[in-house]
């Protein structure tokens, strides 16, 4: 299953440009700002959200066949 998360784009009248991702956990959250960042310019600054300290949740999905 894909994971599902949330990106919020706000641009000011001078043109900055700031996102906010919700629903990833973890430092992953990084990443993923800064991929979809990179083709707007550099990134100047990053402020951590509460769910950056979350700890990461690692999905593993698990098939049984009866016999």
Excluded: H
């Excluded at 991929?35 to 698990?62: F, M, R």
């Amino acid at each position: 299953m894909a994971e599902k998360y949330e990106v919020e784009v706000f641009i000011t009248e001078e043109g900055n440009v700031s996102m906010r991702v919700k629903g990833i956990k973890g430092k992953s959250c990084v990443d993923k700002l800064k991929a979809l960042a990179s083709p707007l310019g550099k990134v100047e600054d990053i402020e951590y959200t509460s769910e950056y300290y979350e700890q990461e949740q690692k999905v593993k999905q698990i098939s049984k066949q009866k016999t």
